[in-house]
């Protein structure tokens, strides 16, 4: 903004020149009374001048909706990759823990033998998957805030200093989105473990 | 007075279903054992010695006929009250062990007793207790792939009679051991028994090791063709 001042209408007048000379000045910022309607004001200016000065009007509602507007595409972005995560995530879960209850068929086998009930097996894999979800959300938590200050330490060194703040409340929500996606994840492992043949796992070695 | 029978199996038939072809593993077994017994059932490959100890051990449901455990007929049970069955009745020992690797030869014998209910102190003493009877005191915090066939076939009788269970089945309990120690672990699995009067059935090969038992069944074709007092 050091290179830039506010003036009267009737100033600025004397430095808006037709469109076919070398401008003086290429950027006025009309400061309107409280009272003042944003867009009368934008349509007298852009009717009186528009066509002779090439004029390009933009209020500070126009701005705030632009930048809003291109900040929110970029989280788009981020949004999606964070879904295309959750949904690797998940099937990485289910993966690991079908893997996890195949190997352990014969262990699985022996706790039933010995009266462990379904609903147990059922919360022994669940449980497993849970604590593999919070360990990956905890590296997560601690590998997010590294980027977000290293990304706000670069973004100082250009000129823009963005505060670094933790989002305490989306480190809340992913901490449910851990849970419940290590939950979608084992279901079907879980169910798997509780209906190992008992007979076939126990009299075989190996 | 009678004694007490701990298992009964009455006209029991099993049938298993292979593809298109049906086998009939049991064609109307009867047989019993009571309080303090030991039984072993001996014949061929195939001719239904391990179903018997898989209907008898609430692992399986007969297609026909009643099994008795502890005076439950447990032939018509749901998959959860067979569990509870097995849970606080049956105590198993299998050919290959089927010790939690990852667990010590405590924490293994100690495991059925966890999943029984059993409280901390009861547990910790029965353990140690049962680990000095099969001679394992100073092997008790080795974990499987630590200890030697007869040492985890010891720490799997020790486990089995760990929550005291009327009934004690054990398939070919010797049969992945050399005769030496395969005797040994007889000899220990018999005298717990004794003790603790648990009823054994168990499964076995080995002539030598049936001898140990209070009464051998002969088994063929899904039959019991023979039995054996032995005094």
């Known amino acids: 903004m050091s290179q830039a001042g506010f003036v009267s209408l009737r100033t600025t007048s004397t430095y808006f020149v037709p469109s076919n000379q070398v401008p003086r000045a290429y950027i006025f910022y009309v400061k309107l009374r409280q009272s003042s309607d944003t867009g009368i004001v934008k349509n007298e200016i852009q009717e009186r001048y528009g066509e002779s000065y090439d004029l390009q009007m933009i209020t500070i509602d126009d701005l705030m909706a632009e930048v809003n507007n291109n900040i929110g595409q970029f989280f788009v972005v981020f949004d999606i990759i964070v879904y295309m995560a959750i949904i690797s995530a998940t099937g990485g879960i289910a993966a690991t823990m079908l893997m996890t209850v195949n190997e352990r068929r014969r262990e699985i086998g022996m706790l039933r033998s010995q009266g462990m009930s379904n609903a147990k097996i059922f919360l022994l894999v669940l449980a497993e998957a849970v604590f593999l979800g919070l360990v990956g959300y905890v590296v997560g938590v601690v590998a997010g805030l590294f980027l977000l200050r290293g990304v706000t330490l670069l973004m100082s060194t250009t000129g823009l200093n963005v505060p670094f703040l933790v989002p305490w409340e989306r480190i809340q929500f992913a901490l449910l989105l851990a849970i419940a996606t290590a939950i979608i994840g084992v279901t079907y492992p879980s169910l798997r473990a509780t209906r190992v043949n008992l007979i076939e796992v126990l009299r075989y070695r190996g | ?231």
């Open chain 2, 1 to 231: 007075m009678q004694a007490e029978i701990v298992v009964e199996l009455i006209n029991v038939t099993k049938t298993y279903r292979l593809g298109e072809v049906q086998v009939q593993a049991l064609r109307g077994v009867n047989m019993k054992a009571s309080r303090g017994q030991i039984v072993a059932i001996m014949g061929p490959s195939g001719s239904g010695k391990s179903t018997i100890l898989n209907l008898a051990g609430a692992l399986d449901r007969p297609t026909s006929g009643k099994v008795i455990v502890d005076g439950k007929d447990i032939s018509r049970m749901s998959e959860g009250r067979l569990g509870q069955i097995r849970r606080d009745s049956i105590g198993y020992s299998f050919q290959f062990y089927n010790l939690i690797p990852v667990l010590t030869a405590y924490e293994n014998v100690e495991l059925p007793m966890l999943i029984a209910g059993i409280g901390g102190e009861e547990r910790h003493e029965r353990a140690h207790e049962l680990l000095g009877l099969v001679g394992l005191s100073d092997r008790s915090h080795h974990r499987p792939d630590e200890l030697s066939g007869g040492e985890q076939q010891r720490v799997a009788v020790a486990r089995a009679l760990s929550k005291r269970p009327p009934l004690v089945l054990a398939d070919e309990p010797t049969g992945d051991l050399d005769s030496k120690s395969g005797m040994q672990v007889m000899t220990i699995l018999r005298d717990l028994a004794k003790k603790e009067l648990s009823t054994v059935v168990m499964v076995t090969h080995d002539h030598q090791n049936a001898s140990l038992a209070d009464r051998i069944l002969e088994i063929r074709d899904g039959m019991i063709i023979k039995e054996t007092e032995i005094i």
